[in-house]
């Protein structure tokens, strides 16, 4: 199947630094992409959606300027938790979707794990 | 707005045994896809199988079948002889079929049911 690859897979920044996560569709093209926050055991929760060559379109209570997403290609789009806290530590995903087909299917990255000390 | 519901937090199954994990959903539409999916302890999110709403058949994959209710609005997963590396959470997932267009053909997850399997 597709491959979707995150970088970094775990980063740990100081209190009001700056992060970026990148997330890379590396075998198709995802004009779309879905970026998902998750806690211990608990289910994904959807923050935003990405398409390429636009803005993100950011789930209700998600804070659009705290994490900025960037899609500028068909196969890279970026995560950055701007002025991170220590309630930003957690466990991000991203997804890309393919175009077309049956089913669109959607492919998951590995993850990154943020922490924020 | 559509929901999924996983009732059970928590299962446990022996090896080689059979193991049935339960999903409910709630939807106005016609046409939606229905998805499991796996995460084992590793993070990565794996689907395990995908039902069309419009099939009446269940979607098997190997060890892997389902059985859709679309009356019921119900989508069990059943693992037969189950292994220990299927060990993870597993989570029950809706999404609106592409031709509705919009943003909003998002995957919409239910909470998740942990499986543990007994040597």
């Known amino acids: 199947g597709a491959v979707v690859s995150q970088h970094p897979s775990r980063v740990i920044c100081k209190s009001g630094t700056s992060v970026k996560i990148e997330c890379r569709s590396l075998?198709?093209?995802?004009?779309?992409m879905f970026w998902y926050r998750q806690f211990p055991k608990k289910s994904l929760m959807l923050m935003a959606t990405?398409?390429?060559?636009?803005?993100?379109?950011?789930e209700q209570g998600v804070e659009k300027d705290k994490f900025l997403i960037n899609h500028a290609s068909l196969t890279l789009s970026t995560l950055t938790v701007t002025s991170a806290h220590p309630e930003d530590s957690s466990f991000y995903i991203c997804s890309a979707r393919a175009e077309g087909g049956d089913s669109y299917e959607q492919y998951f990255g590995p993850g990154t794990r943020l922490t924020v000390t | 707005a559509q929901t999924v519901t996983q009732s059970q937090p928590e299962m446990s199954v022996q090896e080689a045994e059979t193991v049935t994990l339960s999903c409910t959903y709630d939807t106005s539409e016609s046409d939606y896809y229905l998805f499991w999916y796996k995460q084992p302890p590793s993070r990565q999110m794996i689907l395990v199988i995908r039902q069309e709403a419009y099939k009446q058949q269940n979607a098997t994959e190997n060890r892997f079948s389902v059985n859709f209710q679309k009356a019921a609005k119900s989508f069990s997963l059943k693992i037969s002889d189950s292994q220990l590396g299927d060990a993870a959470m597993y989570f029950c997932a809706y999404r609106r079929d592409m031709n509705y267009g919009g943003a909003t053909n998002k995957l919409i997850f239910g909470t998740g049911t942990l499986l543990a399997v007994q040597p």
């Open positions: 990405s398409n390429e060559g636009s803005k993100a379109t950011y």
């Open positions: 075998d198709f093209q995802a004009t779309t």
